[in-house]
């Protein structure tokens, strides 16, 4: 049983444009999502979060949307850089007020020069 | 944020050895967490070491394979017993540090890259 889902394995798009990755999950008590980047032989980088108290988190570059009906969170990195070619990962938890994280299965990003 | 210092970065190991990971954080922490990265797979916990209790084990793992010690609020270690190529994966192990008004902190150390032959 996957919660958490992330249904696209891997995303190219040129520098400079607007990347977005998509991720779903399945439990409604989830309360808090985290976006991860993470790169080859090195563990996951944090790279912003969001409570479910709110739909929209901006942190630079980086901004993450939450939509709780739908079930449904997005990454917007924008402009798109090379160094931002990773694996992303989101993560969801609080179910039942655990604080453990629940993965999707990441996707590729890949930016163009 | 924590920063985690994670060792052994990487080792090749002999099947039905066991090999113990460690995991110390400059500051001090209620909760670490222990996850697998298998290859080309997502993170999946093992387990939640807490400090004066026994480990919490999620379902498919089971103590006798992966024992975890958590001396102190710093400090703890997972060893995976009995090895075999299935073992092979990234461990990493993770701290949730409460910043308040439901901000939680969740950093990861660089992890272990396992080879089991």
């Known amino acids: 049983d996957q919660q958490v889902k992330q249904n696209s394995p891997s995303l190219s798009v040129q520098e400079g444009r607007i990347s977005i990755l998509n991720c779903d999950y399945t439990?409604?008590?989830?309360?808090?999502f985290l976006w991860y980047k993470k790169y080859p032989a090195e563990g996951p980088t944090f790279l912003i979060s969001?409570?479910?108290?709110?739909d929209k988190n901006e942190d630079g570059r980086f901004t993450v949307f939450l939509n709780k009906s739908a079930k449904h969170l997005s990454l917007h990195i924008v402009p798109s850089q090379p160094g931002d070619s990773a694996v992303y990962f989101c993560?969801?938890?609080?179910?039942?007020?655990?604080?453990?994280?629940?993965f999707g299965q990441g996707t590729r990003l890949t930016i163009n020069p | 944020s924590a920063v985690i210092s994670q060792k052994p970065s990487r080792d090749i190991c002999q099947r039905g050895t066991s090999l113990t990971i460690q995991c110390q954080v400059d500051?001090?922490?209620?909760?670490m967490f222990w996850y697998r990265q298998q290859p080309g797979q997502s993170l999946t916990l093992i387990a939640t070491?807490?400090?004066?209790?026994?480990?919490?084990?999620e379902s498919g793992f089971v103590i006798d394979k992966f024992p975890i010690s958590r001396p102190n609020l710093t400090f703890s270690t997972l060893t995976v017993s009995n090895m075999s190529p299935e073992d092979s994966s990234i461990y990493l192990c993770?701290?949730?540090?409460?910043?308040?008004?439901?901000?939680?902190?969740?950093?990861f150390g660089s992890g272990t890259r396992l080879t089991v032959v």
């Open positions: 993560a969801a938890s609080g179910d039942q007020g655990a604080q453990k994280l629940v």
């Open positions: 969001i409570s479910s108290i709110k």
């Open positions: 500051s001090q922490v209620t909760m």
């Open positions: 439990n409604s008590m989830f309360d808090y």
């Open positions: 070491a807490n400090q004066g209790s026994e480990a919490t084990y």
């Open positions: 993770s701290v949730v540090m409460d910043r308040g008004e439901a901000n939680y902190g969740y950093t």
